[in-house]
């Protein structure tokens, strides 16, 4: 990649990786062996994020260029573009693909919102109109996803406080606590395999489980660095935080090469338990493959790196 | 003046009573709440704070009333300025002459003040010495009763055992940290690989905080002085001393006499900063002798600190007695006795151009080092001077010198004085040390250069309590380190060589307290490289590293080490334990961290002998703690293991609970999905499973006992 790597996603099967980066073109790579199978183009903004739907037909994104685009995955071809007035962020399909929530940032007077639009079987009944959009003057909303069975919204982002909205009224439902909450921005946010608990990762060097109906604050990890991104092993009880370093530390960081880490922690044990070195900057995106055998990871370094677990990972013993 | 019964009447030992104070007076009587502090009022609300009275004048006639008056105008008028019929002489009416004595006005205490500093003591002539006196204090003095009355006995209280905190049993040492606004003690659990708190304090100090040298006191600073807290089970604050604005603080090494020291703006901003500095008897809180001057006056030599002085000004002498303390001046060394708080002989030593001056840290010996002057006809010297008797010991003449330091080794037994000499062309300068043998006949001085004379020296330190030394030494950026004892094989009394190092990547030497070890460290940038060296063995035990560290400490009993990154940085602040053999054992991460130190030991009370024979017998005294570790280590394992079973205990409720709504919302998902396969059955499951591996087979015959 030719840009500082913003974002990192599997699809259902596990064979397919998309990565989204600061170059406006996200790209899909071959999940076992890395070899790079397309480039989408069309944004003209770095790109945030992104979702693919469970059939693997198609792929949402968002990004900087103040649009969010519909993508066939298999051709490449843009099959549709949600225009917005400012910079769009995080987006997610609900279960059963027939919803998308999409983010966008604070820009000039308007606030930062989440946007609800209805996603078309056949993309040529596609509309831009939103089911729902639900303002805030929040900061910037780094992360949403889609609640269980759709019910509700989960947003995260600058404030440090984690929402949980009804996805039908755009009633406030919930806050986090602001004592036990995280102390600066949220930079990320990834759900567990089955959507009951989430964890979210911020600047405040911490990473930090909840219940996703509840938002009941369950674990916490403590790291020495702000936290970019955050995932966790469908397979096994184990969390892993990326991240870096403040911007206004960098001359006077550890310039060695490959010494940004990958932090592995017992998720129940809230305990380190390893680290996988490799990234010559600070890592911004982590994804599991959802068979818990691999993971990959992107840095500010341009660098998408693939990790294969050896059979001794699967029998770690704190 | 103001109005008073004629002054006769009071110098005839009559009717004080007349003179009536205004009411509200307090004097020494000081508020006891909690963060008043008497201000060091110089306004005495008498109003005659500013007054001071002349005794011991020379008895003269009428006809010299004059002559007697302009002398001591003219010394009083250059201190300040003599009010306006500021100046009386009382007169015996019967004799004619004068009674020996003068008042004289100023116009502020200040003044009054410096001139009894500057001319109590001054001698007139032979027979006439001025004793100098505030006004007021002759108020002070006449309340004494005249009747002696035995001071009444108080029952008597025990006092806190301060020393309580040495008796843990499990022998732990004690440190105390700085982060953010909060002030903390703990001890360190080395067995347990984490602090355990002992006392933590919001806003406990003001500036900083430190240890008085044998560890009985932690000292505060605070904007009106400076407190000391202690105790037995906890920090109690047990004695002020006013000090306002105080910056700087400094413990005698037996913990009897506190110096605090402040600088403050000059009215004139031309002048230099005027310095106080109060010296206080710990335990009392008693303030025993104040010093007052400018900047100027205490920057003598050495390298001045951001008020052009270098701390501490006074440094003490004589060892754990606190008998002496001396200072250096423009060509003196004034050195004070704690009898009297006066300098010894009533005068300084003259020593002309001395530049630096250190003493024995255990024998009242001061080492003296004068520059080179006068073009090159007088030599740079390093002097040993006997106090107090003020006899030189031993002295050296060193040529072509441009700058010396001495170290002294913590016993005493040595000293070493790095010379930087000049090369025959004075363009560049090369490095060597004269070594004097303090404790042996006639003190022999030896001369060392290092193999290769250009390097530069580094760094230098003396192995506490041993004849060992190491130096730091090259121009590479991976600079040379060597070991020297001031043994040899053959002859104890020549220098060898141990052995050299090449190419560390070091910049500071920290032997552990008891010798033996040492940590050889690449601090500032050199990013926290540490080397832990076993100096008896001559080999590396292990290299490690504490990325950043800005600071590292030995614990008093030189078992553990500290290296800590301070706020200095602005990431990866805290510190990290270390075993005395450089295993990491626990890491401690705090934000905004200023200061870590370890609670000081007081020196032990075992003979040297009873040492020796401890050390060689090591393992018979070590086997009955050896089994205290192994239970404890179970006892241990036993709670963490119970600790991580509830853990995850906990989590399987949580699990279940999500599983359950997971199941029933299972329908509600088939239909969202328009009938889609449910997941589960696709979903991967980790399973625990029990693999049974062969370890080995082996073979015994036993033999069977008919």
């Given at each position: 990649?030719?840009?500082?790597?913003?974002?990192?996603?599997?699809?259902?099967?596990?064979?397919?990786?998309?990565?989204?980066?600061?170059?406006?073109?996200?790209?899909?790579?071959?999940?076992?062996?890395?070899?790079?199978?397309?480039?989408?183009?069309?944004?003209?903004?770095?790109?945030?994020?992104?979702?693919?739907?469970?059939?693997?037909?198609?792929?949402?994104?968002?990004?900087?260029?103040?649009?969010?685009?519909?993508?066939?995955?298999?051709?490449?071809?843009?099959?549709?573009?949600?225009?917005?007035?400012?910079?769009?962020?995080?987006?997610?399909?609900?279960?059963?693909?027939?919803?998308?929530?999409?983010?966008?940032?604070?820009?000039?007077?308007?606030?930062?919102?989440?946007?609800?639009?209805?996603?078309?079987?056949?993309?040529?009944?596609?509309?831009?109109?939103?089911?729902?959009?639900?303002?805030?003057?929040?900061?910037?909303?780094?992360?949403?996803?889609?609640?269980?069975?759709?019910?509700?919204?989960?947003?995260?982002?600058?404030?440090?406080?984690?929402?949980?909205?009804?996805?039908e009224s755009g009633k406030l439902l919930k806050e986090s606590d602001k004592e036990s909450g995280h102390k600066k921005t949220i930079t990320a946010l990834s759900k567990s395999a089955d959507g009951s608990h989430f964890l979210t990762g911020s600047l405040d060097k911490s990473a930090k489980l909840w219940d996703t109906r509840t938002l009941t604050l369950i674990k916490t990890y403590v790291t020495e660095r702000p936290v970019n991104a955050v995932a966790m092993s469908p397979l096994i009880d184990h969390v892993v935080l990326g991240g870096g370093q403040d911007a206004s530390a960098v001359t006077t960081t550890d310039h060695r090469a490959g010494k940004f880490e990958a932090k592995f922690f017992d998720k129940i044990l809230q305990e380190e338990i390893g680290g996988v070195k490799g990234h010559f900057g600070p890592i911004n995106a982590l994804a599991f493959n959802p068979d818990g055998k691999s993971f990959s990871s992107g840095g500010e370094d341009g660098y998408v790196r693939l990790h294969h677990f050896d059979p001794d990972y699967f029998n770690i013993k704190i | 003046m103001k109005r008073l019964p004629s002054w006769e009447l009071i110098f005839l030992g009559l009717d004080f009573d007349s003179i009536s104070l205004p009411p509200g007076e307090d004097f020494g009587i000081k508020s006891d709440d909690e963060?008043?502090?008497?201000?060091?009022?110089?306004?005495?609300?008498?109003?005659?704070?500013?007054?001071?009275?002349?005794?011991?004048?020379?008895?003269?006639?009428?006809?010299?009333?004059?002559k007697l008056e302009g002398v001591?105008?003219?010394?009083?008028?250059?201190?300040?300025?003599?009010?306006?019929?500021?100046?009386?002489?009382?007169?015996?009416?019967?004799?004619?002459?004068?009674?020996?004595?003068?008042?004289?006005?100023?116009?502020?205490?200040?003044?009054?003040?410096?001139?009894?500093?500057?001319?109590?003591?001054?001698?007139?002539?032979?027979?006439?010495?001025?004793?100098?006196?505030?006004?007021?204090?002759?108020?002070?003095?006449?309340?004494?009763p005249d009747e002696w009355a035995p001071p009444e006995t108080k029952p008597y209280a025990p006092g806190e055992n301060l020393q309580h905190w040495l008796t843990d049993a499990k022998a732990r040492d004690q440190f105390v940290i700085r982060a953010g606004s909060d002030t903390e003690v703990l001890w360190n659990d080395a067995r347990q690989s984490k602090p355990d708190p002992v006392y933590k304090r919001n806003f406990w100090t003001e500036s900083f905080v430190q240890w008085s040298p044998l560890g009985t006191y932690l000292a505060t600073v605070h904007r009106q002085g400076a407190a000391v807290w202690g105790g037995e089970a906890t920090f109690n604050r047990l004695m002020r001393y006013a000090h306002p604005q105080v910056k700087l603080i400094d413990f005698s090494?037996?913990?009897?006499?506190?110096?605090?020291?402040?600088?403050?703006?000059?009215?004139?901003?031309?002048?230099?900063?005027?310095?106080?500095?109060?010296?206080?008897?710990?335990?009392?809180?008693?303030?025993?002798?104040?010093?007052?001057?400018?900047?100027?006056?205490?920057?003598?030599?050495?390298?001045?600190?951001?008020?052009?002085?270098?701390?501490?000004?006074?440094?003490?002498?004589?060892?754990?007695?606190?008998?002496?303390f001396a200072r250096i001046g423009k060509n003196i060394i004034s050195v004070y006795e704690t009898e009297t708080f006066s300098l010894i002989e009533k005068k300084s030593l003259k020593v002309e151009n001395v530049m630096e001056f250190s003493w024995s840290p255990t024998d009242p010996i001061l080492a003296l080092f004068v520059p080179e002057f006068g073009g090159g006809n007088q030599p740079a010297r390093v002097s040993l001077f006997q106090i107090p008797s003020k006899e030189e010991l031993r002295q050296k003449n060193l040529f072509s010198v441009s700058d010396c330091k001495m170290y002294w080794q913590n016993n005493g037994d040595y000293l070493a004085v790095k010379v930087d000499r000049y090369t025959k062309t004075k363009k560049s300068t090369y490095t060597g040390f004269e070594f004097f043998r303090i404790k042996e006949r006639d003190i022999p001085i030896e001369v060392l250069e290092l193999e290769n004379k250009n390097d530069k020296i580094i760094a230098f330190a003396w192995e506490p309590k041993g004849h060992r030394f190491a130096v730091i030494h090259g121009d590479n950026p991976r600079p040379?380190?060597?070991?020297?004892?001031?043994?040899?094989?053959?002859?104890?009394?020549?220098?060898?060589?141990?052995?050299?190092?090449?190419?560390?990547?070091?910049?500071?030497?920290?032997?552990?307290?008891?010798?033996?070890?040492?940590?050889?460290?690449?601090?500032?940038?050199?990013?926290?490289?540490?080397?832990?060296?076993?100096?008896?063995?001559?080999?590396?035990?292990?290299?490690?590293?504490?990325?950043?560290?800005?600071?590292?400490?030995?614990?008093?009993?030189?078992?553990?080490?500290?290296?800590?990154?301070?706020?200095?940085?602005?990431?990866?602040?805290?510190?990290?334990?270390?075993?005395?053999?450089?295993?990491?054992?626990?890491?401690?991460?705090?934000?905004?961290?200023?200061?870590?130190?370890?609670?000081?030991?007081?020196?032990?009370?075992?003979?040297?002998?009873?040492?020796?024979?401890?050390?060689?017998?090591?393992?018979?005294?070590?086997?009955?703690?050896?089994?205290?570790?192994?239970?404890?280590?179970?006892?241990?394992?036993?709670?963490?293991?119970?600790?991580?079973?509830?853990?995850?205990?906990?989590?399987?409720?949580?699990?279940?609970?999500?599983?359950?709504?997971?199941?029933?919302?299972?329908?509600?998902?088939?239909?969202?999905?328009?009938?889609?396969?449910?997941?589960?059955?696709?979903?991967?499951?980790?399973?625990?499973?029990?693999?049974?591996?062969?370890?080995?087979?082996?073979?015994?015959?036993?033999?069977?006992?008919?």
């Open positions: 990649m030719k840009g500082p790597l913003t974002f990192l996603k599997y699809n259902r099967d596990g064979d397919l990786l998309f990565s989204c980066a600061k170059d406006h073109n996200p790209t899909v790579w071959f999940a076992d062996n890395g070899e790079r199978l397309g480039t989408y183009r069309g944004h003209n903004g770095a790109v945030w994020c992104c979702d693919v739907s469970r059939d693997s037909m198609r792929l949402i994104t968002g990004s900087a260029d103040q649009t969010a685009k519909l993508w066939n995955v298999q051709t490449g071809q843009q099959l549709y573009t949600f225009n917005f007035d400012s910079p769009a962020r995080a987006v997610d399909f609900s279960v059963g693909d027939k919803l998308a929530v999409i983010t966008t940032d604070p820009f000039m007077e308007l606030t930062s919102a989440i946007h609800v639009k209805r996603i078309a079987r056949d993309s040529s009944d596609q509309s831009g109109e939103s089911v729902l959009v639900i303002r805030g003057p929040h900061g910037r909303i780094n992360r949403a996803v889609w609640g269980p069975l759709n019910k509700t919204i989960i947003s995260a982002g600058e404030d440090a406080v984690i929402r949980i909205w009804d996805s | 963060d008043i502090y008497q201000e060091d009022n110089l306004e005495h609300d008498t109003g005659f704070g500013n007054i001071v009275i002349v005794n011991n004048l020379p008895v003269v006639p009428r006809e010299k009333f004059e001591i105008r003219k010394i009083y008028g250059q201190i300040g300025v003599i009010k306006e019929d500021g100046l009386w002489m009382p007169v015996d009416s019967d004799s004619g002459k004068s009674l020996g004595y003068c008042f004289i006005e100023y116009n502020t205490p200040q003044e009054a003040e410096l001139a009894k500093e500057k001319t109590h003591g001054y001698k007139l002539d032979r027979s006439h010495i001025f004793a100098v006196n505030m006004f007021d204090d002759f108020d002070r003095f006449m309340k004494v090494p037996g913990e009897k006499y506190l110096v605090t020291y402040s600088s403050h703006e000059p009215s004139n901003p031309r002048d230099a900063n005027r310095v106080v500095i109060n010296i206080f008897d710990v335990r009392t809180g008693k303030m025993m002798r104040d010093f007052k001057g400018s900047a100027d006056d205490f920057a003598i030599g050495g390298t001045g600190g951001v008020t052009g002085v270098s701390w501490p000004v006074f440094r003490w002498g004589g060892g754990k007695d606190d008998k002496y040379d380190v060597s070991f020297y004892s001031m043994r040899s094989v053959q002859n104890t009394g020549r220098i060898s060589k141990l052995t050299t190092l090449k190419g560390k990547q070091a910049n500071a030497l920290f032997w552990s307290p008891s010798g033996r070890f040492i940590i050889l460290a690449g601090l500032k940038g050199l990013n926290g490289q540490l080397e832990f060296y076993n100096v008896d063995d001559l080999e590396t035990m292990a290299t490690a590293e504490h990325f950043m560290a800005t600071d590292i400490e030995w614990d008093p009993t030189g078992r553990y080490a500290a290296t800590s990154v301070t706020s200095v940085h602005e990431m990866e602040n805290g510190f990290n334990i270390w075993s005395f053999n450089g295993k990491l054992l626990y890491r401690i991460l705090k934000d905004h961290f200023f200061q870590f130190l370890w609670r000081p030991r007081p020196a032990s009370f075992l003979t040297p002998e009873k040492e020796e024979e401890i050390a060689k017998n090591l393992k018979k005294y070590s086997k009955k703690y050896e089994a205290e570790d192994q239970d404890v280590s179970m006892l241990l394992s036993e709670q963490d293991r119970e600790k991580r079973r509830m853990v995850k205990e906990e989590w399987e409720k949580w699990v279940n609970q999500w599983r359950q709504l997971h199941e029933e919302e299972k329908l509600e998902r088939q239909k969202i999905r328009d009938g889609e396969a449910s997941d589960e059955e696709e979903e991967y499951e980790a399973k625990e499973i029990e693999v049974e591996e062969l370890l080995d087979v082996s073979e015994e015959v036993l033999s069977f006992d008919d």
